[in-house]
C-alpha cells in the first residue's frame, strides 16, 4: 500500500515538511485578509467576513486529508485538534475586525 500511495505522489510527513505548514499559512492568509480588507469596510459588510469560512473549510479538508495520507497519523491528528479551534477563534475575532460588528 505504501507503493502505491507514493506512486500518488503522497508520503511521510518527514519527506514533505512544507505539508504539515499548510494549515498554518492558510491561518495566516486569514489574517492577512483581515489586515487588508478591514480599512475598507464598514459596520454589517459581511461580504467581506466570508472568505474566512472558505479557508476554515479549506483547512478543515486540508487536517482531513494530511490523517488520511500521511504517516504517522496520531502527531497529525493531535496537530489538527489543537489548530482547528485556534483557528476557529483567530478567524471570529477577525471576522469581529472585518464587520465591525460584535458577535
Not at 494530511?66 to 489543537?82: E, Q, S
Request: with cysteine; net charge positive.
Amino acid at each position: 500500500m505504501h507503493e502505491a500511495l507514493s506512486s500518488l505522489g503522497v508520503s511521510d510527513v518527514k519527506a514533505r515538511p512544507l505539508i504539515r505548514f499548510l494549515p498554518i499559512l492558510l491561518t495566516g492568509a486569514g489574517v492577512v485578509w483581515t489586515a487588508v480588507i478591514s480599512r475598507f469596510t464598514r459596520y454589517g459588510d459581511n461580504w467581506a467576513a466570508y472568505p474566512l469560512v472558505g479557508l476554515f473549510i479549506i483547512t478543515l479538508a486540508v487536517h482531513i486529508w494530511m490523517i488520511a495520507a500521511l504517516r504517522p497519523r496520531w502527531p497529525l491528528v493531535l496537530y489538527g485538534v489543537v489548530h482547528l479551534p485556534i483557528q476557529l477563534y483567530v478567524f471570529i475575532y477577525c471576522s469581529v475586525i472585518i464587520t465591525k460588528n460584535a458577535l
